[in-house]
């Protein structure tokens, strides 16, 4: 077997920065000191692998000295403590959906849809349905941006129920590294 180092393209601040979250995490969780297989910076680490560079779990479990259900179990808990972050910046943020999902929930924003026949949408209707298409292009643009940094976006095949929380995670990655959000929780 041959070792090698690597460098992954992240900024050390991000990862000091989960690592930083991870301890607060077990902190809030009561983990003893020493009884976890990783620190909190070397589980950042291999958090921030899977994301980049869509490592595989069991070769980043092999890597990191830990086994597979480990590296799982720690994935886990990166994904969930960058996903708090994320759900306290998002509070009270809006929908923007196409017309595909009129009447989906509260707080969607569609466009409303051409009326049947001749009739034509109202001046101030239209302008709506034009600022919501601009907008939602601005948010299609950054998913393009977000998918083409964390590698593992590009093809998901982990649960459905996990999808959303990964996405959140890479967004807070994402915020992080352009400045959008601070080193504090």
């Known amino acids: 077997m041959i070792t ?3 460098t992954l393209d992240v900024p050390r601040e991000l990862a000091q920065h989960v690592g930083r979250l991870l301890h607060d995490e077990r902190r809030r969780r009561g983990t003893r000191k020493d009884s976890r297989a990783l620190t909190c910076c070397r589980q950042a ?4 692998r899977w994301f980049r560079q869509r490592a595989d ?3 980043l ?15 886990d808990e990166d994904i969930e403590v960058l996903g708090v972050l994320y759900a306290a910046a998002a509070q009270g943020l809006p ?8 009447g989906a929930s ?54 459905p129920s996990k999808i959303g929380n990964i996405i959140k ?3 807070v990655l994402a915020h992080f590294e352009h400045g959008k959000i601070t080193h504090s929780r």
Do not use: C, K, M
Not at 45 to 48: H, Q, T
Not at 116 to 136: K, P, Y
């Open 95 to 102: 929908t923007l959906a196409d017309s595909g999902y009129t």
């Open 169 to 171: 995670a890479a967004l």
């Open 61 to 75: 479990g092999r890597d990191h000295g830990i086994s597979r259900a480990t590296a799982y179990r720690y994935l």
């Open 45 to 48: 680490v291999l958090g921030l």
């Open 106 to 159: 509260i707080g969607a924003h569609t466009p409303v849809r051409q009326p049947a026949g001749s009739q034509v949408l109202d001046i101030d209707t239209r302008i709506h349905n034009a600022l919501l298409r601009g907008l939602r292009a601005l948010g299609e643009r950054g998913f393009a941006i977000l998918t083409g940094r964390w590698r593992t976006l590009h093809h998901i095949t982990a649960s």
């Open 57 to 59: 779990v069991t070769a």
């Open 4 to 6: 090698y180092f690597a």
